[in-house]
């Protein structure tokens, strides 16, 4: 758990996870390109405010899927992944500005962002370092922005599944952690849609920084 985290333990959890994206990277793209996430899409874009084009950061980006959808739609995009594969990959797939960036080690602008659109990254990040996090979220946001999150949650552990690191929160304590930060709940909603609950392993959730 989060707790028994030490600062080596942190480093070498994200240096593993994002050494297996490099790896993967090909394979990646090619079993997650085709998924359907227009739910998700609409969970952030419905709910920007303030006049177009708006303004979203993709945080883990992966190879651009998502970036381009947010393109297509004269969304001015961002791209934000620790992958130097996947960076390269979503540039050119979508000719955005990407960073490369670690989630521990983010240096993010100022209020710079209408929306944060994290999709399925977040649980990569331990505990223990999530309130700064999202904290560094916040602040990237301008007042009024929308944070979108999309994670698998579970029980509230946390460790490596196979080479990647994850943490699988419920919705009260994964609610605990982003209204701490500052953000207020629009909505939350369970995937894929039209299941029963044990057969809903995502949970998304949608909030507002205050103005």
């Known amino acids: 758990m989060s707790a028994k985290l030490t600062d080596d333990d942190v480093a070498r959890a994200a240096e593993r996870t994002l050494n297996h994206y490099n790896r993967s990277a090909k394979g990646f793209r090619e079993g997650t390109w085709d998924h359907d996430v227009t739910q998700n899409y609409d969970a952030l874009l419905s709910e920007l405010q303030g006049e177009p084009p708006h303004s979203v950061l993709d945080l883990g ?111 009260d304590t994964w609610r605990d952690f982003v209204t701490t930060a500052g953000f207020v709940e629009i909505r939350h909603y369970f995937r894929p849609p039209g299941l029963p609950r044990h057969q809903q392993p995502w949970l998304a959730t949608v909030w507002r920084k205050p103005l």
């Open 61 to 171: 980006c992966g190879p651009g899927r998502d970036l381009a959808y947010f393109k297509s739609q004269g969304i001015e995009a961002v791209g934000l992944d620790g992958s130097k594969q996947f960076v390269a990959m979503a540039h050119a797939e979508t000719g955005c500005d990407v960073w490369h960036q670690n989630f521990l080690a983010l240096d993010l602008p100022t209020e710079r962002f209408d929306g944060v659109f994290a999709n399925a990254s977040l649980f990569h990040v331990p505990s223990r370092e999530l309130p700064r996090v999202l904290s560094e979220l916040y602040a990237t946001l301008k007042p009024g922005g929308v944070l979108f999150c999309s994670n698998p949650r579970g029980d509230n552990q946390e460790g490596f599944n196979q080479e990647r690191y994850g943490c699988y929160h419920d919705i």
